[in-house]
């Protein structure tokens, strides 16, 4: 079975430029996360769906930053206008419960996202 | 905020060493999991710890929740190149609806 498929895999955009970030999960997973890793801050959950409804987005760092899941197949993360303090690595992952049941999250390869 | 530091932060060994990572909180965690991350690669999880003073193995790798479910280990007996990577331990927060990873140990084992 295919894993969590991310795109692209690379970006490299300019600051003020919008910037819209893939997601595929595993089939039949319920859970969708979001998160950002970088250097200084670790993994940081932005967001997470359950059944495609948004949850919990606390981790979300300002309004520039959005998320959507349309479908069971399908979210995206949009970043409008981008800033260099954006760049980082986000990773999407999957689950079939939520992690307080001790669930395995399935992660992506992630993109690696540079704002000049 | 329920917060997970490791220690250490970074760690280099030649292989054949044996090595241990912790992770530690001031607050209960009700299970940890631990996950390795291969460069250019998402993290995958390596085992899931439930119950306090729990040891589980896995090949070369021992893990163990602290009794009072507040810290947990990581121990590697004879390290090899393979076992490079970031090693995270996580909890579940927020009443158990999301998952809070620690800080990270980066491990290198060089021949």
């Known amino acids: 079975d295919a894993g969590v498929i991310q795109s692209p895999r690379h970006e490299v955009t300019e600051m003020g430029q919008e910037v819209t970030l893939r997601c595929k999960p595993i089939?039949?997973?319920?859970?969708l996360f979001w998160y950002r890793q970088t250097m200084m801050r670790g993994l940081e959950l932005l967001i997470y769906?359950?059944?495609?409804?948004?949850?919990?987005d606390s981790g979300m760092p300002e309004d520039r930053f959005s998320a959507k899941m349309p479908n069971a197949s399908f979210s995206t993360l949009k970043i409008q206008p981008s800033e260099p303090r954006d760049s980082a690595v986000y990773f999407c992952?999957?689950?079939?419960?939520?992690?307080?049941?001790?669930?395995?999250?399935?992660f992506g390869p992630g993109t690696r996202l540079t704002v000049l | 905020t329920q917060l997970l530091e490791q220690s250490p932060q970074f760690l280099s060994i030649q292989e054949g060493e044996n090595l241990t990572v912790y992770c530690n909180s001031s607050?209960?965690?009700?299970?940890l999991q631990w996950y390795r991350q291969e460069p250019g690669e998402g993290p995958v999880l390596l085992v899931t710890?439930?119950?306090?003073?729990e040891v589980k193995k896995l090949k070369r790798l021992t893990f163990q929740f602290g009794d009072a479910r507040k810290d947990s280990s990581l121990h590697i007996t004879a390290a090899q190149p393979g076992d490079t990577g970031l090693y995270l331990c996580?909890?579940?927060?927020?009443?158990?609806?999301?998952?809070?990873f620690g800080t990270g140990t980066q491990l290198k084992v060089e021949l």
């Open positions: 607050s209960v965690f009700s299970s």
């Open positions: 710890v439930v119950t306090g003073g």
């Open positions: 992952a999957s689950s079939r419960r939520l992690a307080g049941y001790t669930d395995t999250q399935y």
């Open positions: 769906f359950n059944n495609n409804v948004p949850i919990d």
């Open positions: 996580a909890g579940p927060t927020g009443g158990g609806n999301k998952l809070t």
């Open positions: 089939s039949g997973h319920d859970y």
